[in-house]
């Protein structure tokens, strides 16, 4: 029973390692091929494991400076972290009543913003372009961090909605109220600080999704100083560095970083604030 047992757990532990395997070979060259040569990323005869002369900063000099890569790098970390604030100041408010108020067509609002994380975005391109340039937000940052805002929301009311119904129990409330607090008071100083949690692991699939947000940059700007990193990647692609592999690869590396620092400082609250969902 023992041996069945070890057998057991030799086999799993081979299926999760040959799994891990396969899903980190394409991050492992991804980083391989942008600290190449340009010949190097392209040579067939250099091995998974290159050789010292074949490493190099090169690609990561090339993209900041020849590319102005800073630009879109700083685009990108306004118009998301703005993104996320915004989402977040609505949706913390918005989730909690629809969690515990009752009001007319609570469930309505409730259920059409929802409706509307399923919906394709592609079908509303040109009616969001053409209110946006009424509006004069073309080719401007705050018309990309307003769009991004609007379509963050329903997300973060989602999840967050769920925590507030499930992860927190209402006697907490009426605790509150009993000891003198107002509503208000009891949501501020007892409920948002118990939703911390649930609150981070909305903040970082806001961030994440505005982050890695192509279609809306794409459609509501055509001047590079207000292009975003994801944006620029695709205009670096389809020019004269099309067999660069090496600086696509840097850019690629440099637009994954940050959304990889930003989970590992979050993880402990998004394991938290996903359990109570």
């Not at 190099?56 to 685009?75: H, K, P, S």
């Not at 501020?188 to 939703?195: E, F, G, K």
């Not at 067999?243 to 990889?260: K, S, T």
């Amino acid at each position: 029973m023992i041996n069945e047992t070890r057998r057991s757990r030799v086999l799993l532990y081979a299926a999760l390692a040959v799994f891990a395997l396969f899903a980190l070979v394409p991050y492992y060259w991804v980083a391989r091929t942008s600290f190449l040569t340009n010949f190097a990323a392209i040579d067939p005869s250099v091995g998974i494991i290159p050789a010292l002369e074949n490493i190099t900063l090169q690609a990561y000099g090339r993209i900041w400076e020849q590319f102005d890569f800073v630009t879109f790098f700083r685009n990108s970390i306004v118009v998301s972290i703005s993104a996320t604030v915004i989402s977040l100041l609505f949706s913390i408010p918005g989730a909690y009543a629809f969690a515990r108020l009752d009001f007319p067509g609570r469930k309505l609002l409730f259920y059409t913003a929802v409706f509307t994380i399923m919906f394709p975005w592609i079908v509303i391109t040109i009616p969001v372009y053409e209110v946006f340039f009424v509006l004069g937000l073309i080719n401007t940052l705050t018309g990309i961090i307003i769009a991004l805002s609007i379509f963050v929301l329903p997300q973060t009311i989602w999840l967050l909605q769920g925590f507030f119904r499930q992860g927190i129990p209402e006697n907490i409330e009426e605790a509150a109220l009993i000891d003198g607090h107002t509503e208000i008071g009891a949501f501020l100083r007892i409920v948002l600080p118990l939703s911390a949690p649930a609150v981070g692991a909305a903040a970082l699939f806001a961030f994440l999704t505005a982050w890695n947000n192509f279609l809306w940059v794409f459609v509501l700007t055509s001047d590079e100083d207000v292009r975003t990193a994801t944006v620029a990647i695709h205009f670096i692609l389809g020019s004269d560095v099309l067999r660069e592999w090496n600086i696509l690869m840097a850019a690629v590396v440099l637009l994954v970083a940050p959304p990889v620092v930003f989970y590992g400082l979050s993880q402990r609250y998004v394991g938290e604030g996903l359990g109570g969902v």
